[in-house]
T-cell receptor, first 112, second 115 residues
Framework: GNSVTQMEGPVTLSEEAFLTINCTYT??????LFWYVQYPGEGLQLLLK?????DKGSNKGFEATYRKETTSFHLEKGSVQVSDSAVYFC???????????FGTGTQLKVEL | SAVISQKPSRDICQRGTSLTIQCQVD?????MFWYRQQPGQSLTLIAT?????????ESGFVIDKFPISRPNLTFSTLTVSNMSPEDSSIYLC????????????FGPGTRLTVL
């Protein structure tokens, strides 16, 4: 079946540091890949997506590239802010039906 | 994108009672989804709510515990029945966007605490 593996958190960074959150997946064929963000006390927001190999999703300074050869979709940001503190979820969907398979989530804390 | 609202946003309930959560989408969608997020955990799909047919439940979830209604293409309800403290979670509904890329959009969630 489908699965998503994320690096464990919490990840604590200083403001303006570089961020990488690793995500790898297992799925047959070509899944669509997503990063969702959950700010404290809120629901999930779609951060970015990629639907085929070598696609780069980007939004709000975050980027992730769909790497078929390494089955990865790592999230990066060049300079994090305190306001980026949240839980980040990597997810995939495969085939029809739109059902999402989520990773365990990675909590990011950004300090001044 | 799809705009999704949920009611209630939070509730505190007594053991043995039931709570019905409502989910409204701003456009017509064929499928809606209900997820559970236990404290500090990731999201687990409970069921897919199909308009005009019974919901499809994932392994570990049963209709008697989580009955779902889908009366039209913009609305669904999830009932958490005969609640116990283990049901304390955030319950989220989602629906696909209008684009071709299978992205889903989520409601703000219902935070349920069972005493």
């Amino acid at each position: 079946g489908n699965s998503v593996t994320q690096m464990e958190g919490p990840v604590t960074l200083s403001e303006e540091a570089f961020l990488t959150i690793n995500c790898t997946y297992t799925a047959t064929g070509y899944p669509s890949l997503f990063w969702y963000v959950q700010y404290p006390g809120e629901g999930l927001q779609l951060l970015l997506k990629a639907t085929k190999a070598d696609d780069k999703g980007s939004n709000k300074g975050f980027e992730a590239t769909y790497r078929k050869e390494t089955t990865s979709f790592h999230l990066e940001k060049g300079s994090v802010q305190v306001s980026d503190s949240a839980v980040y979820f990597c997810a995939l969907t495969r085939g029809g039906g739109n059902k999402l398979t989520f990773g365990t989530g990675t909590q990011l804390k950004v300090e001044l | 994108s799809a705009v999704i609202s949920q009611k209630p946003s939070r509730d505190i309930c007594q053991r043995g009672t039931s709570l019905t959560i409502q989910c409204q989408v701003d456009s017509q969608v064929t499928m809606m989804f209900w997820y559970r997020q236990q404290p500090g955990q990731s999201l687990t799909l409970i069921a897919t709510a199909n308009q005009g047919s019974e919901a499809t439940y994932e392994s570990g979830f049963v209709i008697d515990k989580f009955p779902i209604s889908r009366p039209n293409l913009t609305f669904s309800t999830l009932t958490v029945s005969n609640m116990s403290p283990e049901d304390s979670s955030i319950y989220l509904c989602s629906a696909p966007g209008r684009g071709p890329y299978n992205e889903q959009f989520f409601g703000p969630g219902t935070r349920l605490t069972v005493l």
